[in-house]
DNA sequence: GAAAAAAACGAAGTTTAACTTCGTTATGCC
DNA sequence: GGCATAACGAAGTTAAACTTCGTTTTTTTC
């Protein structure tokens, strides 16, 4: 099984539109197309090691903040 | 820069050594050579995606813990 | 302190996942 | 409606991950 691109995907997702950007505001800014980000956001590939950094680095989080979810992505409708 | 690969190596051989592993060890769970373990853990390059899914599994950890080191990695130095 | 095991280290080649390009369709907002 | 944003597909390219083979160094252990 490969759930992590999912969430990974998700939660980049949820970062982003935190930052307030467009995929193609952090695409740009990270050097990668708007297709690369959507396709990273939705799952269907992750990023490589050099980019996570970069990623990392836009969003202004630390890389483990990428993967702070549950596992099993429960426990997510307290309010 | 790109300091999250030699973070991460740091971070992965100190994990592997308290689930008292060797890098061979490691290497056959996950699929691996046990050059690419020592490659990935003195930060020559990262794991890809789907193996990063899979160290995390080996070593019974949340994948965010392998991220898991200070910005800049300072404070280390004591003796 | 020798032998064995574990890991560092290099270089050159292979594989494949990440990434691109181009194009179409679907949503959401003004 | 019209514009921006993003989902979505497929086919091709690129480059980073990974391998292979071989040598050296460090660490462990007896």
Chains 1, 2 share one sequence.
Not at 22 to 32: C, F, M, N, V, W
Not at 35 to 47: A, M, Q
């Amino acid at each position: 099984m490969g759930k992590l691109k999912i969430q990974f995907g998700k939660r980049l997702q949820a970062l982003r539109r935190e930052a307030g950007i467009t995929q193609e505001q952090l695409a740009d800014k990270i050097g990668l197309t708007v297709e690369s980000i959507s396709n990273i956001e939705r799952g269907l590939f992750g990023p490589k090691f050099e980019n996570l950094e970069k990623i990392a680095t836009v969003l202004k989080v630390p890389v483990k903040t990428l993967f702070e979810f549950e596992r099993g992505e429960s426990g997510k409708s307290q309010s």
